[in-house]
């Protein structure tokens, strides 16, 4: 029981008040417009004849018709402005994604130009390279030929000068046994 009585103190009351500090649940009382006062509301005063009253009740219900017709009115109108809006904003946001895909392909297209040139160099390059290879193993290989043909004809030229030194078969014996006896 004491401790009901601790709860409901004023000192503890206030921790579960509202008026101290407006939550941001309560904000929009602050922040929101009302609208004006309605004409309809205290302005029925009954009168004495009931077909009058019928009668006044019914004009009050055109009326009210009529403003509601109108708030109806309004409500389309700006549903149909903030759709047109939004039509707008989406068509503005889908031209600016066309306009980015749009200039993203060209640097792609730019890009693989670049780097097809620079294939286009290195293939160039290589194949000057490969030619230059080509020309300098076919000079090795004509020097070789030459420097080959260069040793037959020396060869040739070593055997003709030794031929021209050599015996008949005929005088051969009469040389070996010259030598022979000379050696004797």
């Known amino acids: 029981m004491a401790m009901h009585k601790a709860l409901f103190r004023p ?55 009529k403003q509601v017709k109108e708030v109806r009115k309004e409500y389309i109108r700006e549903m149909e402005l903030m759709a047109l809006e939004k039509r707008r904003k989406d068509e503005a946001r889908r031209e600016a994604l066309r306009v980015a895909n749009e200039e993203r392909r060209k640097v792609k297209a730019e890009a693989a130009k670049v780097r097809a040139q620079e294939r286009q160099i290195a293939r160039q390059h290589f194949h000057e390279t ?15 030929i030459q420097k080959h043909s260069e040793k037959k004809t020396e060869k040739k030229e070593l055997l003709r000068k030794q031929s021209s030194i050599w015996i008949d078969e005929a005088d051969l014996e009469e040389k070996i046994l010259n030598a022979v006896a000379m050696q004797h």
């Open 130 to 144: 490969l030619l230059k290879e080509r020309a300098a193993k076919l000079e090795h290989w004509r020097m070789q």
């Open 11 to 65: 000192s503890s009351l206030r921790q579960f008040s509202t008026s101290a500090k407006p939550s941001h649940h309560n904000n929009h009382r602050d922040n929101h417009n009302y609208l004006q006062p309605n004409s309809f509301l205290g302005s029925w005063r009954p009168p004495r004849d009931p077909k009058e009253a019928e009668a006044r009740l019914a004009l009050l219900r055109r009326e009210y018709a």
